[in-house]
């Protein structure tokens, strides 16, 4: 059973992740310092696959407790690695926190790679890489733009750290560009746990319907749009962590011919930001209280993505749209009201 270190397993896309790899054949074990997320997530996580997840509680900016899990897992198969922080908002306030965290941590883990000779290394990358792109779709190809944010920054250093590192290593590297993850594991027993107010648009509408928020905002409707308001290329969460266990795959087959690679992880359907609030109405049947607000610094205007590369190399295959999205979402917020003892701060363990 070959054996994946998942870092940042307790948050969203890295809990999500494990499930799929589990279902997949793989053993996996986790590194996550539980500074943006509820450890609680790796019960879930055991109640969906039947198999528990050790999960080291380690800060990976340091090093000789970053290396003391490889000594003690001497036979790491590959790495995918989601820990980073990710609030383009919170970037754009504290700048140097998100250099640290994001590179500090890349380059302790690229460090024990080498030191440990391992074969396969998965990177979290964004589609924030592509800063303001002049031409939608974007492929893997298009020109990068300067980042609009300190968090896409630390993405676009992060992706030529990897490239030079794969160049100079035996190490084979993935370098997968996300959209923007949404939703919750069909279970409704995982899901996102934004801590503080969110800053991503589908927990904030879920929460704003719930009452949690007593209203929305909309960042800006003067945009160059249809509607005015950005449009973005929503993903399920299911559907990105499928990929992964596809790229480890593609990584363990590659056998010397492949350095490093870039795959877009979007669905290449791009919806307004009012259009998913219809979505979300539609599905729920709540009418959202939002207002319109001024544009938010940071925000690309329009993207979305080309996936033929995934689709075609990875062999992958999206299997939700943006109204299931929506639905497992408000399925999810929902629980995590009804189950406000368990769920609720401080950060709990799911029984
Ligand atoms: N969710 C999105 O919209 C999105 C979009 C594009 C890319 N990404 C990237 O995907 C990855 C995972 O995102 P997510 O949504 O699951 O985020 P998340 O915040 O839910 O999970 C990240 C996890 O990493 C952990 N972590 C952070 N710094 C750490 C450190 N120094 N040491 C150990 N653990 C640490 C946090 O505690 C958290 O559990 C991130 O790299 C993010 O930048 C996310």
Redesign the pocket.
Known sequence: MPKILV??G?????AHTIVDLVENGYEVIS???????HPGILAGVERITGKKVKNYK????NFDDTFAIFQENADIDGIIH?????AVGESVDKPLIYFE?NLG?LINLLKCVQEFSIPNFVF?S?CTVYGNPDVIPVTETTVTKPAESPYGATKQMGEEIIRDFARSSGTKAILLR?F??VGAHSSNVIGEMPIGRPQ?LVPAITQTAIGKIPKMVVYGDDYDTRDGSCIRDFIHVSDIAHAHTLAIQYVEKAEGKLNHSVFNLGTGNGVTVLEAIKSFEKVSGVKLNYEIGPRRQGDVIAIYANNDLAVNELGWKTKYGLDEMMATAWEWEKRLKADAAIFGAPPPELN
Do not use: E, M, Q, W
């Open positions: 870092t940042g307790c948050g969203y896309i890295g590194v996550d310092n539980n500074s943006r997320s380690v800060d990976l900016c989601f820990a980073a922080y990710k965290n941590s979290s964004s996300y923007n993850p991503n």
